[in-house]
């Protein structure tokens, strides 16, 4: 089992920046690739960035690419989501979630592929 707790949602202004954190806890953290999704109310989840479990590929959704930066620290158990000029439509309940892969440099835009999951920290961007 893996446990994942989401950390550094808020109200921020458009044009804003929120950092948020993923902790884990558990099995051997590098050993898992790790996503960041969000859902808004009354839509489906969608991803939004996913990293490789040695950090060395990063994927992003055409709708936060050049704005959003996921990263990891293997070392402190930490994957983060760097969210610069935030946009009202970022709004969200944000989730992240890990991945067993079945090579160090995959990783999956899928939401099925997905084993573990947080409890998801809400971003609220007012315009």
């Known amino acids: 089992q893996v446990q994942l707790v989401e950390s550094g949602g808020g109200l921020v202004q458009a044009g804003g920046s929120l950092r948020l954190s993923c902790a884990a806890s558990?099995?051997?953290?590098?050993?898992?690739?790790m996503g960041w999704f969000r859902q808004a109310p009354g839509r489906e989840r969608e991803f939004v960035a996913a990293i490789t479990r040695r950090g060395g590929r990063m994927g992003y959704a055409d709708s936060v690419k050049g704005r959003f930066t996921i990263s990891r620290d293997n070392g402190k158990n930490t994957v983060y989501l760097q969210m610069n000029s935030l946009k009202p439509e970022d709004t969200a309940v944000y989730y992240c979630?890990?991945?067993?892969?079945?090579?160090?440099?995959?990783?999956?835009?899928?939401?099925?592929?997905?084993?573990?999951w947080g409890q998801g920290t809400q971003v609220t961007v007012s315009s």
């Open positions: 979630a890990a991945d067993d892969p079945p090579t160090d440099t995959y990783y999956s835009p899928t939401a099925r592929r997905y084993d573990y």
């Open positions: 558990g099995r051997t953290f590098s050993n898992y690739a």
